[in-house]
């Protein structure tokens, strides 16, 4: 699993931010983080919404995203080096000052970057990879390592090359196991087919928010 960094300018409004946590998901989704999706839009928010107070409305900054180690690393740059983000005790009934207590309690660390002509308020969450290019181990696909070990899988998610003859011979051992199990309900006196349609069901509930369906796509009635 690629990881690479990414960032994306924008304007520092409120209107700006449920754009910019559609875009965090969507990219989280596609790097396999779902299990972070939440915090780190929360974060996102947090960081952006600390510009747009003690900056200004409409002051252009950056949001960058990248990977640092096995950690989420998320970014905001603005151009205002003199307005700090500050942990306050923030109470109950405080009008403001829950952002980066927000951010200080979700995240593994936060801290900012002063430049000439920028600062940078960071944060970095925790993924639960083993590595930077590893997968993000939900029970399900933890699971379905072991399975896979049976069948001397070995996925492969590159497009290039000999990889890409790699990726489809894991998929014909996926298609390979799951046609094996279906044969095995058979054989004790189980509807195989309901359990395949019960099966996708369970695949599609858990998928992020926003990810496309079967029955979405052009072409993928079975």
Not at 147 to 169: E, F, H, I, K, W
Request: net charge negative.
């Amino acid at each position: 699993m690629t990881r690479k960094p990414w960032d994306l300018a924008f304007t520092a409004e409120p209107t700006e931010v449920a754009a910019l946590r559609r875009i965090m998901r969507l990219h989280l989704g596609i790097w396999g983080l779902a299990e972070v999706i939440d915090d780190a839009q929360l974060c996102m928010s947090e960081l952006v919404s600390n510009v747009i107070t003690h900056v200004g409305p409409g002051t252009p900054a950056t949001l960058a995203v990248s990977m640092n180690g096995v950690r989420l690393r998320i970014e905001v740059h603005d151009p205002d080096a003199r307005a700090l983000p500050t942990l306050l005790d923030a109470k109950v009934e405080s009008e403001s000052g829950r952002g980066m207590a927000l951010v200080d309690a979700i995240a593994d660390r936060w801290g900012v970057q002063l430049h000439a002509d920028q600062k940078v308020t960071w944060c970095e969450l925790g993924t639960g990879l083993s590595a930077a290019d590893g997968l993000c181990m939900s029970p399900r696909v933890a699971r379905a390592e072991k399975v896979s070990a049976v069948y001397d899988m070995t996925p492969c998610s590159s497009a290039n090359g000999s990889s890409r003859l790699q990726a489809a011979a894991a998929e014909s051992m996926v298609v390979d196991a799951i046609a094996n199990l279906l044969h095995w309900l058979r054989a004790h006196g189980h509807d195989a087919d309901e359990a395949l349609d019960q099966a996708q069901m369970r695949f599609e509930a858990d998928l992020p928010s926003g990810t496309p369906r079967r029955d979405a796509l052009p072409g993928c009635d079975r």
